[in-house]
């Protein structure tokens, strides 16, 4: 094997593992998809750092290295990503791609979503089911639906736009609080209370969160503790836009 092999075979390598990274895979699996990657096309070792906004590979053949470093690019969270790149891995180890096929799969690649109104219908009644859980009367469920279907189309608006996610949380936040609010206010419901706790909760970083534990807990402090920190200001920015629209309209929780 010749050093351009080489060279490409830690490019296409370190490009599955920066991919995974980036849209949302944990730690463990990103450092486990791209050693493996290296190791399918003939590479005695792959070593990778992982850090919150970089990564760092070295593939090994025959007592020659070849380093390379990516820095991430966050996309957001897209499992149809991550499994798609766990396909071409599977596929590159059992022969099916070579090295150029597998290159092509990784950059023809793009992220599959749901439209944007399906979002919106499900987002609605799924948090309206929440406010009927915690005990919200019918127009409390109602309510509940119409804000997070109108904070779902805010929040969309704003991605689409490139807002920082830290604006997006807290603006949606303060739209769809204050719709339950003003429900509040104009006596719609006896609940705006539950209403107002209910429709935020799309906005709960789940996610990043499972995801923060899951790197502490198998040794990748570094980019746990970021996703951590990232999990936490989104928190505290839609509390941030909570509590503004309650300051707004007067209510606090009833």
């Known amino acids: 094997m010749d050093v351009q092999t080489q060279n490409e075979i830690t490019r296409v390598a370190v490009r599955a593992a920066q991919q995974m990274l980036a849209w949302g895979a944990e730690s463990d699996l990103v450092e486990d998809i791209g050693q493996r990657m290296g190791r399918a096309f003939g590479m005695d070792s792959v070593e990778l750092s992982i850090s919150a906004n970089a990564l760092v590979m070295t593939t090994l053949f025959e ?101 920082n996610v830290l604006i997006n949380w807290a603006v949606t936040a303060f739209i769809a609080t204050l719709v339950t609010r003003i429900g509040g206010l104009v006596e719609w419901t006896q609940t705006p209370e539950i209403a107002s706790a209910a429709c935020v909760l799309m906005l709960v970083p789940g996610f990043p969160m499972i995801n923060a ?16 920190g990232q999990a936490t200001l989104m928190t505290i920015s839609a509390a941030i836009g909570i509590t503004l629209a309650m300051q707004l309209t007067g209510l606090g929780w009833l």
């Open 63 to 163: 007592g020659r290295c070849v380093t390379t470093t990516r820095r991430l690019r966050e996309h957001g969270l897209n499992m149809h990503m991550v499994c798609e790149i766990q396909r071409i891995c599977v596929q590159s180890e059992k022969g099916i791609l070579d090295l150029a096929a597998a290159s092509r799969r990784l950059k023809r690649l793009t992220p599959w979503t749901w439209n944007r109104w399906a979002v919106v219908a499900i987002i609605g009644p799924s948090c309206a089911a929440f406010a009927h859980f915690f005990g919200a009367d019918l127009a409390g469920c109602l309510i509940t639906a119409l804000a997070a279907s109108v904070g779902m189309v805010v929040r969309q608006s704003l991605a689409r736009r490139h807002f």
């Open 213 to 228: 534990v899951a790197d502490m807990v198998k040794g990748h402090y570094n980019v746990g503790i970021a996703r951590w």
